[in-house]
């Protein structure tokens, strides 16, 4: 019998998190470009992400226009290493940023840059002194090894200090928290033994 799932977080019903999303407004623009083998992971962080966010979209893709890049009011950067990025520093510009944020694997992410000149020649910022993930299940997802919510949440706490974005990852610990359990044991194998 197929399961049910909720179409806004698309967790199975009898495990929605709709409860424990909450809708944050932001100054920051944040811009997930996901790439499609995230889509369905189990674990989709980026998804939980943008519907707690009022300030968010998440588009999926590989190659992606240009236009997206370029929102009016918003001065653009990647949330990515490179050897030019600068960590995120608070907001000091009158110009809010719009955070690009990859989705995917290392290995997925570096393809989506190569397939888009445009997104790889953004200014770069990358994430310091970032606490350490709680997400334990993956291996390297996202950058500096966070998980993509948890280096949103991050890096809008440093952009827009001293305010508090902790109640984005409230369904992320919930998910976490019912992890193998909920996952079910094939996507748990998957993910241990690589
Ligand atoms: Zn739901």
Known sequence: MPR???PRCHRPES???CALIPSLPSRTRVL??????????ALNTARLAVLGLANAELVVGEVFDDALLQQPGYRTCLLFPGDDA?????????????L?????TWRKARKMLHLNPTLAALPRVTLDGAPPSRY??????????????EAITHALEILEAPAS?????????????????????DVYRRNHTQ
């Open 4 to 6: 049910i799932h909720c």
């Open 15 to 17: 495990r929605c998190l």
């Open 32 to 41: 997930i470009l996901q790439h499609p083998s995230e889509v369905n992971h």
């Open 86 to 98: 600068q960590p995120l520093v608070a907001g000091l510009s009158s110009q809010p940023m719009l």
């Open 100 to 104: 690009v944020v990859p989705d995917g």
């Open 136 to 149: 334990r299940l993956r291996k390297a997802p996202g950058p500096g090894a966070l998980s993509t919510i």
């Open 165 to 185: 974005f902790q109640p984005l990852l409230a369904p992320f610990d919930a998910l976490i928290q019912g992890q193998i359990a909920a996952m079910g044991e």
